[in-house]
């Protein structure tokens, strides 16, 4: 599976922005999909997932992001609010059709990656 992710841009504290992650050559609907971010000299940090196992968040964006899909489209989308400078990163959406519960959150779990789509949030 081919993975695009784009949405990405410049926002100011407190704005939203939604990214999306669409496939290609898969029917996305059977993998679990996760977005991670990574910033300068900081390792890939998982932020969410959907699948099999339900939704997962990382502790630093629940209540602020969701992820949902939307299979006609072939799409995950990562709807962020509220956002900080700290959520300043470069995003990566990932797919993976058999991971289980527990790997959710570890990008070493997860075999197809699209390219990265800068946030910047400025203060």
């Known amino acids: 599976v081919q993975l695009q992710a784009s949405g990405g841009g410049l926002v100011q504290a407190g704005g939203s922005l939604t990214l999306s992650c669409a496939a290609s050559g898969r029917t996305l609907s059977s993998y679990t999909v996760g977005w991670f971010r990574q910033s300068p000299g900081k390792e890939r940090e998982f932020v969410a997932s959907i699948g099999r196992h339900g939704n997962l968040y990382a502790a630093s964006v629940k209540g602020r992001f969701t992820i949902s899909r939307d299979n006609a489209k072939n799409t995950v989308y990562l709807l962020m609010s509220s956002l900080k400078p700290a959520d300043t990163a470069v995003y990566y959406c990932?797919?993976?059709?058999?991971?289980?519960?527990?790997?959710?959150?570890?990008?070493?779990?997860?075999?197809?990656w699209g390219q990265g789509t800068q946030v910047t949030v400025s203060s």
């Open positions: 990932a797919a993976d059709r058999q991971l289980i519960a527990s790997s959710r959150s570890l990008a070493s779990a997860y075999d197809y």
